[in-house]
Each structure stands twice: as structure tokens, then as C-alpha cells.
């Protein structure tokens, strides 16, 4: 038995933290508590009877391949339908050999900074920002600077400034990690011109750019963006996708879409992580697509992710106090929540359980701390019907604090 463990721990495993989200969801279990915690796809949107029938043509056809080790880079077949999707959408800068499938886009996010970042290195991400994103990138011991989002995103003046002062001090940052569409936690989808601008001040002092890209998809309304993959055509940008809330999170299934120089490093860090994602799982999504089974079972997700969306947001417009402000997206699966500067959103966590409402408070997201009086609310999992009740009971809450 390890009497001091604390001593043969490495310095990596030593930055690790437990999910402080995973860790709220063991406090909602309640059944009369409605939550809003997680970033939960809701289980409607699962297309269960169909996934039987490919589940079994897949043992049926393929099973000697589904079963056995894959690629590491991936199912071939899953791949050329991705790359034949990006193409479809305007990305022609694109082929089999820049696209490498992950287990998960959270598989991505470790492998990244595995390739990339050394013990203090600079990573830049926005406030707030995606909380495992922030969490991976510390593991590597990456000192992670914070620029302010506007209603746009990530404010191009601010981060221009930031690499201006970094270069005066002979410092460059491994990469900036942007959430274009539908961010997470705010939900805010960055227009074309801002992207733009990142691109050009990334090309200017030769930073690269993580696109993370979990959310394009789910979208209801407003005009699709370019990526910034697309849009840089050039190398900069490294973009992940990932089938978890467009299909099916249990799958575990995401990409990575980079210049070929990255995705053989990133092969190579794959290889040393896990080998290869699940060959079965990855036969049965080609097959999926291959039916004619996904852009279906997606157009009736979004839509019925616009009227939960719809029903917490008239919700919020019927019952929250003056003075609290939250994003209206056009997708994605969040609303963020601004309550007045003198309120607390970790202690009004403590309240909100009371009224049997959970949310996440802000601060996780913010890489510097801050986001005090700020929280993110989840629209997706719950039922139109619990969106509405729980928006209820949550401005409840706020109306005790102030």
C-alpha cells in the first residue's frame, strides 16, 4: 500500500483535476431536480430502431473487420464520407490524408497539446471558454492567456494586442483555440469578418489556430458560416469535429482535420494513447450514413432542439428579473447567463439546488477566474416542459439574491 502517493505522482498527473461539471451531475440525480448542468445531447435525438437494424447488417457484412483493430487513422470508408461532407460544404482544401478520426473530440484536445505544448508554454483561449479544453491544455502545464469574447467572439482587437506584447517579450504562443460556432459556453457564433481577422493576426505572428467545431452542425436558424479551416486554406487552422451531438455521444466518435504534417504527428501520439478508436462503432456510423439514415435523424434533431431552445428562452423572457441578461443562439446546445455584478452564481448554485434546479457556474469557464456572476444553462436535455419550469424556478432563485 502507497502510504504517500502524493511523492511519485508525475508533475502532469499532479495538474490533473476531476471535471467540476461531471462532478455537479453527481449532485442532480434527484428525480424532482431538473438540471441544466450537463452539455447533454438529449436522448430523443438517438435513433435507436434504426442503429439496430445497421448494427446488424454491419455483424452481418463486415464483422470480421468491425471486430478486429482499425486504422489508426481510421476507418477508411467513415473518412472518405467526411471528407466527401467538408467538400460538399465549400472546403476544398481537404483529402483522406488530412483527416484522422479521435475518440471524441476530447481525445483531440489531449492529443494537441501532447504534439505541441512544453511545461509553460503560452495557449490562448477565450473568456470563457470550453472548460475541457482549459482542463487538457493544463495538463501539459500550458500557461493559458484569456481574451474577452464581445457578442462576435473572441475580440480580434484584444487578441492582437495580446500577441503584440507577447513578441515584445520575445514570447509566442503555441496555438489560439476558438469555438466559432455556437461556443461553448455562450453559445455565440462568430461571423465571417471576425474570423477573418483571427486568421489574419494568427498568419501575421505565426500562431496556429485550433478550431473546435462540436456544435456546426446544430443549427436552426441564421446563415452557416465558413470554417476557418476554409476560410485559411493555408495550414494554419487545426479543426475538430466530433458525432456527439449530431449522432450519438456514446459512440465516442470525432476528427481531426489538419495539414499532413500534423495528422502524422498526431497518428504517432494516437498510436502511444489508445491505438485506434473502435473499428465497430466506426463501421456502424459509415454504414449510418451510408443508408441515408444521418442528414434525416439531424433535421429532426434541430428542430426539436429549436422548440426546447425557444420554449427556455420565452421562459427567461416571462420570468427572469431586471437586470439578468442571457444569449439567444442560433444553435448549439447553450444559453449563458449574466446576472448583476453583485451576485455570486456560485452561491446562488446553493439556492437554485434548493428550488430543485441545477445549473453550472461561470468561473469554470474562465481560464483567469473570473465570470463570478455569470452561469451556463443547458436547453437540450430536458423537455420543453422542464425548460419552462426550471427557467421558473431558477429565476426564483436569482430574485432571492437580489
Not at 435525438?45 to 457484412?61: C, G, N, R
Not at 501532447?114 to 511545461?119: A, G, H, M, Y
Request: glycine content about 6%.
Amino acid at each position: 500500500m502507497i502510504t504517500d502517493l502524493d511523492q511519485i505522482l508525475s508533475a502532469s498527473a499532479k495538474r490533473m483535476k476531476r471535471s467540476v461539471i461531471r462532478e455537479l451531475l453527481k449532485m442532480t440525480q434527484r428525480p424532482e431536480l431538473i438540471s441544466f448542468a450537463g452539455g447533454l445531447p438529449s436522448p430523443e435525438s438517438f435513433p435507436v430502431e434504426q442503429l439496430k437494424q445497421v448494427v446488424a447488417e454491419v455483424l452481418d457484412t463486415d464483422s470480421a473487420r468491425a471486430l478486429q483493430y482499425s486504422e489508426t487513422e481510421g476507418d477508411k470508408r467513415l473518412r472518405e464520407i467526411l471528407v466527401e461532407r467538408y467538400k460538399s460544404n465549400g472546403v476544398k482544401n481537404i483529402s483522406l490524408n488530412n483527416l484522422m478520426i479521435s475518440t471524441a473530440s476530447q481525445q483531440a484536445l489531449d492529443l494537441i497539446p501532447k504534439i505541441l505544448v512544453n511545461p509553460g508554454d503560452k495557449v490562448i483561449c477565450g473568456l470563457p471558454s470550453y472548460l475541457g479544453g482549459i482542463s487538457a491544455f493544463s495538463i501539459y502545464g500550458a500557461e493559458l492567456i484569456g481574451i474577452e469574447l464581445d457578442e462576435q467572439g473572441m475580440r480580434s482587437d484584444l487578441l492582437e494586442k495580446k500577441l503584440e506584447e507577447l513578441k515584445s517579450k520575445g514570447e509566442k504562443p503555441k496555438f489560439i483555440y476558438v469555438i466559432p460556432d455556437f461556443q461553448n459556453p455562450t453559445g455565440i457564433c462568430m461571423p465571417e469578418k471576425r474570423r477573418l481577422e483571427i486568421i489574419e493576426l494568427a498568419r501575421k505572428y505565426d500562431v496556429l489556430i485550433v478550431e473546435d467545431s462540436p456544435y456546426r452542425e446544430v443549427r436552426f436558424s441564421g446563415t452557416p458560416q465558413r470554417t476557418m479551416y476554409e476560410l485559411d486554406g493555408n495550414g494554419q487552422v487545426i479543426l475538430l469535429g466530433t458525432m456527439s451531438k449530431i449522432f450519438a455521444p456514446g459512440f465516442r466518435i470525432g476528427w481531426i482535420v489538419a495539414h499532413e504534417d500534423v495528422i502524422d504527428k498526431l497518428i504517432a501520439a494516437k498510436q502511444n494513447t489508445d491505438l485506434c478508436t473502435s473499428s465497430f462503432v466506426q463501421k456502424i456510423a459509415a454504414r449510418y450514413f451510408d443508408n441515408g439514415y444521418f442528414e434525416e435523424n439531424l433535421a429532426k434533431t434541430n428542430a426539436m432542439y429549436k422548440s426546447k431552445r425557444d420554449a427556455m428562452v420565452n421562459a427567461f423572457h416571462k420570468y427572469m428579473p431586471e437586470g439578468v441578461k442571457w444569449t439567444e443562439p442560433e444553435g448549439g446546445l447553450f444559453l449563458f447567463v449574466t446576472l448583476p455584478e453583485h451576485i455570486n452564481a456560485e452561491e446562488l448554485f446553493k439556492i437554485a439546488i434548493n428550488e430543485n434546479v441545477a445549473f453550472v457556474p461561470g468561473t469554470v469557464f474562465y481560464c483567469n477566474g473570473e465570470g463570478k456572476n455569470t452561469l451556463r444553462i443547458n436547453f437540450s436535455f430536458m423537455s420543453e416542459e422542464m425548460n419552462i419550469e426550471g427557467s421558473r424556478r431558477l429565476a426564483n432563485a436569482i430574485k432571492q439574491m437580489i
